[in-house]
């Protein structure tokens, strides 16, 4: 069976998102049904972004103590279960509303992401096992550009500080829920890590690389071990890149390496083209 899911996953600028979208374009050209989806996308199938996940208590509490915006909020409010699911980020975009923050602060302390680790991974393993069920008889393939081991290793060891194989069993389990879709793993490598990411800091936003140093340090991994700015942010980096080496060679579905350390775009798709024949045909 041709591969359904197609994974994307490497360190914050070494080309992932570059990888993914040409990844699409070249199944596109090889005429395959392909969804792509990007870091960030609110309507990611087997992922969360913007989307804050209350206990019927919370729930009742938000309502109780922001009474006044409860029929907007209820707008993006969807349960499953036992739990509430808010959609505020898109409740943002659509509405262009102004929430006061003092709202906002209590919606984002139960964003998927803010919660604790057990909890994240049981909303997260419920979300993948969706995805997968709906997909597995579907005609499309998708591509997934970092939620299935970067997110992990992100909340896991950025995050929370948890021992390196409780992080590795979160990505397998994830790797079980979708074996029936025949997924291949891409992995994104640069051979110089420290300048990839400088490279990186130099051509985005500032406050792309002032938040993403301060996630890096001032929490879990990074808080333990000491490390500040950005020289700390790659000693981080550094600590994941053998975290995901590990789960890489533990990991036992398809998979392949690639290496975008030229920056030759042409020559780089070539050899993506070349794995993607070789796994669908």
Same mark, same amino acid.
């Given at each position: #069976?041709?591969?359904?899911?197609? *994974?994307?996953?490497? %360190? +914050?600028?070494?080309?992932?998102?570059?990888? @993914?979208? !040409?990844?699409?374009?070249? %199944?596109?050209? #090889?005429?395959i049904n392909t969804q792509l989806f990007l870091e960030g996308n609110l309507d990611h199938p087997a992922d969360y972004?913007?989307? @804050?996940?209350?206990?019927?208590?919370?729930?009742?509490?938000?309502?109780?103590?922001?009474?006044?915006?409860?029929?907007?909020?209820?707008?993006?409010?969807?349960?499953?279960?036992?739990?509430?699911?808010?959609?505020?980020?898109? !409740?943002? $975009?659509?509405?262009?509303? /102004?929430? &006061?923050?003092?709202?906002?602060?209590?919606?984002?302390?139960?964003?998927?992401?803010?919660? +604790?680790?057990?909890? $994240?991974?049981?909303?997260? #393993? =419920?979300?993948?096992?969706?995805?997968?069920?709906? /997909? #597995?008889?579907?005609?499309?393939?998708?591509?997934?550009?970092?939620?299935?081991?970067?997110? +992990?290793?992100?909340?896991?060891?950025?995050?929370?500080?948890?021992?390196? =194989?409780?992080?590795?069993?979160?990505?397998?389990? *994830?790797?079980?829920?979708?074996?029936?879709? $025949? &997924?291949?793993?891409?992995?994104?490598?640069?051979?110089?890590?420290?300048?990839?990411?400088?490279?990186?800091?130099?051509?985005? &936003?500032?406050?792309? /690389?002032?938040?993403?140093?301060?996630?890096?340090?001032?929490?879990?991994?990074?808080?333990?071990?000491?490390?500040?700015?950005? =020289?700390?942010? %790659?000693?981080?980096?550094? @600590?994941?890149?053998?975290? =995901?080496?590990?789960?890489?060679?533990?990991?036992?579905? @398809?998979?392949?390496?690639? $290496?975008?350390? /030229?920056?030759? !775009?042409?020559?780089?798709?070539?050899? %993506?083209?070349?794995? !993607?024949?070789?796994?669908?045909?």
């Amino acid at each position: #069976m041709q591969p359904k899911l197609v *994974l994307i996953e490497g %360190l +914050p600028g070494f080309g992932k998102t570059t990888t @993914a979208q !040409l990844v699409h374009d070249i %199944l596109i050209d #090889m005429n395959i049904n392909t969804q792509l989806f990007l870091e960030g996308n609110l309507d990611h199938p087997a992922d969360y972004d913007g989307v @804050a996940c209350f206990g019927e208590y919370e729930y009742q509490e938000l309502l109780r103590d922001h009474a006044e915006f409860g029929d907007l909020l209820r707008t993006r409010l969807m349960k499953h279960g036992n739990y509430y699911f808010l959609e505020y980020r898109k !409740l943002i $975009n659509e509405f262009g509303i /102004s929430i &006061p923050k003092e709202l906002m602060d209590y919606i984002f302390k139960y964003d998927i992401y803010e919660l +604790p680790l057990d909890q $994240n991974i049981v909303r997260i #393993m =419920e979300k993948w096992e969706q995805f997968a069920k709906r /997909s #597995m008889n579907g005609t499309d393939t998708y591509v997934f550009d970092c939620c299935f081991i970067q997110n +992990p290793v992100t909340i896991g060891m950025i995050k929370y500080s948890a021992a390196n =194989e409780v992080v590795m069993s979160y990505v397998k389990q *994830l790797a079980f829920i979708v074996e029936q879709l $025949n &997924p291949l793993l891409l992995y994104v490598e640069q051979d110089d890590l420290d300048h990839s990411f400088r490279k990186a800091v130099k051509e985005r &936003p500032a406050a792309w /690389s002032e938040g993403f140093i301060e996630y890096y340090t001032n929490q879990g991994f990074g808080l333990n071990h000491g490390y500040q700015g950005l =020289e700390g942010t %790659l000693h981080v980096l550094e @600590a994941r890149r053998e975290l =995901e080496e590990t789960i890489f060679n533990d990991l036992s579905i @398809a998979k392949e390496k690639v $290496n975008n350390s /030229s920056y030759d !775009l042409d020559a780089y798709k070539q050899r %993506l083209a070349k794995i !993607l024949t070789a796994h669908f045909t």
